[in-house]
């Protein structure tokens, strides 16, 4: 069995975490720490959890850590970073499902978070934990950057056709929704009930912090790459909708069967028939990424589709999907839930 732990367990990946791994075959949770609910119990913070987790909260200490084989750290962005290194040196494996360990340009980093690095040596050994472009890394490391949600889903929907030159790099539009969970669990007026319900908005308009990690998994595959990237809040829960568009420069017809020879192994992705489009319902609660490829006749343009949950693929699902390869288990091992229909 291996012994798990989460670091900041009260937020919303935290629990999904706790959801997730709570019903994973070869994982015992042992610690779960939140600095203000220390001694709480955790299922009367989350009733969901009642007869599966039996754990209190305790205090964020090293001590509390050393006896798991894996930390997860599901805390705020310049949290990890400063915690990390003891827990490396005990030979602690770390998935860090924030953004401290994701961008490899330490200035790039600081620009965007407004902060100074803590561990930028450690930025470097740090594997990428998107396993549909990095597995056999991942399998080997110690220290995984999730990678952000949006970023999921826009990397995985424009993976194939710039793997294989069939679009203009410099061309691509995102336009994403999310659902209000990718905001976070604290409190704010724009995320209550009467202010988000029955209303669409853009926000980050300027510059969103997944942007420099969008553009550097573009790059790895072309180095040309750039998008302009808007997301949007949605009055849903959970869930995103990233429709990407861009200008063809390859045969078009050969579109569909690139997307289906690249992901016809991965067991997360499925690529839909031509002319039926994904819903993020399909993907509520579920670690699934459903795409759709649709040719704009009379166009030299196409529009791919890409639907994800925020909180499992984007987030805590693709963690326990990084800790199973870099464990040895099979990698869709506690993550055969189907989505939620309706």
Request: hydrophobic fraction near 40%; include cysteine; charged fraction near 20%.
């Amino acid at each position: 069995m291996i012994s798990a732990g989460i670091v900041g367990g009260t937020g919303y990946t935290g629990v999904e975490l706790l959801r997730l791994l709570a019903l994973h075959p070869q994982v015992e949770l042992k610690v779960i720490t939140s600095r203000s609910n220390v001694g709480m119990a955790v299922s009367d913070m989350f009733p969901n959890l009642r007869g599966k987790v039996d754990l209190a909260f305790s205090e964020p200490t090293a001590d509390n850590y050393k006896q798991c084989d894996v930390v997860f750290f599901a805390t705020p962005n310049g949290t990890a970073m400063h915690e990390v290194e003891e827990l490396l040196e005990a030979g602690i494996r770390v998935i860090d499902l924030a953004a401290d360990f994701r961008l490899k340009d330490i200035d790039e980093w600081e620009k965007w978070y407004a902060m100074t690095h803590a561990s930028p040596t450690r930025v470097a050994s740090a594997v990428y934990g998107l396993p549909e472009i990095n597995r056999d890394k991942i399998k080997g490391a110690q220290l995984i950057a999730n990678p952000g949600c949006y970023v999921t889903a826009v990397t995985l929907g424009l993976l194939p056709l710039l793997k294989n030159k069939l679009i203009d790099p410099t061309s691509i539009v995102a336009d994403c929704k999310s659902g209000v969970s990718g905001a976070g669990r604290s409190a704010k007026i724009p995320l209550l009930l009467t202010e988000s319900s029955e209303s669409v908005k853009a926000y980050s308009v300027a510059g969103h912090r997944h942007y420099p990690e969008i553009k550097q998994n573009l790059r790895e595959i072309d180095a040309r790459a750039d998008l302009v990237f808007v997301p949007h809040l949605m009055p849903m829960i959970r869930g995103i909708h990233a429709t990407l568009y861009a200008e063809v420069t390859g045969d078009m017809d050969s579109m569909q069967s690139a997307f289906e020879t690249l992901y016809a192994d991965e067991p997360f992705v499925d690529v839909l028939p031509p002319g039926v489009y994904p819903e993020t319902r399909s993907v509520k609660g579920s670690n699934y990424c459903r795409l759709s490829i649709q040719a704009l006749p009379d166009s030299n343009r196409v529009v791919i589709m890409s639907v994800i949950d925020n909180l499992v693929k984007g987030a805590s699902g693709q963690a326990v999907q990084n800790m199973n390869l870099m464990m040895g288990l099979p990698e869709t091992m506690g993550l055969d839930a189907l989505g939620l229909m309706p």
